[in-house]
């Protein structure tokens, strides 16, 4: 009798080429896709940010009108904190250009900081909520480029930042209220200030993040910053 022909067997699914060539198997390519420590940071950073921003425009009125300052002021107040923060932005667009971002972000978050703990003094609060929008306005934009040039091989963290930055935008006068319910209104200006200080801080922390990559990574441009952002 003829041999009958053996069944074929099904062959399996080759790995992903970019998995193959990275040598990922089983745990490690359980490890490639959580968000890198990176992205963590850089989502961090961009939802303190935002919850910051969102939480000065969201109780300017009411503290204002708490240290006795008539409704009326307190939001033209509110109106100049965002048209202080346009300003901002308009200058320091062109500006990104001579300065390097790291350079611009780092010198607003400390200056952010100063002005919301200002904002305590009842004499000088209209004010300083308005220089705080000045001092705010590199923080998203020019920091997005920053991001953008130091993390090449990271383009998740922007996505990231986007989605993290509507959750800060929640979570930013949530907070905000429930301090306000327990400590009282006059408790705004020291909780604006720790998230302008938490918003420094990780800042801070992506720059040592970016320095240690471009020294650990200098061949496979890992981490690797354009001129002028580092």
Known sequence: RP???RPAQPRPAPPRPGLRRAGLRGPGLRRA???SSVVVLVALAFLLYVACEAGVAGWIPAHLVALGYPSRLATGVTSGFWAAMVVGRLITAPLS???AASRMVL???PLLTLTLALTAVPAIAPACYVAA???AAPIWS??????VATFPNHRSATSWALTSAFA???AGPAVVAGVVSIAGVHAVP???????GATTLAFLAIWRTGRRLLRTSPSTGCGQAAPGTA
């Open 33 to 35: 896709r959580r968000p």
């Open 168 to 170: 800060g935008g929640i």
């Open 142 to 147: 020019i920091g997005l480029d920053w991001v």
């Open 3 to 5: 041999a009958q022909p």
């Open 97 to 99: 250009r001579a300065v």
């Open 107 to 109: 010198a607003a978050c």
């Open 133 to 135: 929008g000045f001092a």
């Open 190 to 196: 020291a909780v604006l200030t720790a998230f302008a």
